[in-house]
């Protein structure tokens, strides 16, 4: 694969829940390598709008293409959509990591655990080899440690990292991040930056929504700024943060800070 093909192309995206029209027509590219932040208000469809990334909510309208394929959907006849070929949706799936606000670690499983499952079950990888490279994973998110420990028994710092580290385990073509440090304390959230900001470094192609500003801007080269489900801005950090054109963005921004 070319280092400038297209990673992850988004044309006309539209979710409606119901009567509330929450993505209107989002269009978005990331190439091989971008990391691309995306800020805005809550409720202004940041999440629905990764979500529909990786098909966790099924998209009104609009194509979703991953390195090139594109997700097969077909109406559903109540005037939405639905995908006409579920093994390509898993399969996609399983190739966009996903890491949520919440960690959404397997309770029941400790660290180790959840970083082989999916590996294991998905991956059709031996346990042996889903163990060595979850170890490998776990000791660049400094959790090698805790490799044993189930989850309630790890702060929300932790917690995040292991996740990050199952999320990699999958060898994914792409990360989506939904604001990863909102649900820490204050003081555990440059941990989990530290990390993502790591991963940012090594050409991987990441869509992260933050509140982090000064981490998105540090990390980022593409910010795309979301209100009331359409991009009303977007352009390289520097641009958007220190020269915004719209009054929403710069309303944003001077609230954030
Ligand atoms: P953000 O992540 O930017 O805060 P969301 O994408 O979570 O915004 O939500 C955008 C809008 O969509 C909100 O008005 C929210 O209430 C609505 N919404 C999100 N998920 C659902 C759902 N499953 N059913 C109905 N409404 C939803
Ligand atoms: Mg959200």
Redesign the pocket.
Known sequence: MAETAQAIQIVGLHKK??P?E?LKGVSLSARQGDVIAII??????????LRCINML?MPSAGTITIHGETIDMKKDGRGGMQPANRKQVQRIRSQLAMVFQNFNLWQHMTVLQNVIEAPVHVLGLSKGEAIARAETLLRRVGLYEKRDIYPAFLSGGQQQRAAIARALAMDPLAMLFDEPTSALDPELVGEVLAVIGDLAKENRTMIL?THEMKFARNVANHIVF?HNGVIEEQGPPDQVFGDPKSERLKKFISSVH
Do not use: H, Q
Not at 40 to 49: D, L, R, V
């Open positions: 829940f119901g509330l929450v805005g208000g809550s409720g202004s469809g940041k999440s629905t709008f909510e929504v979301l």
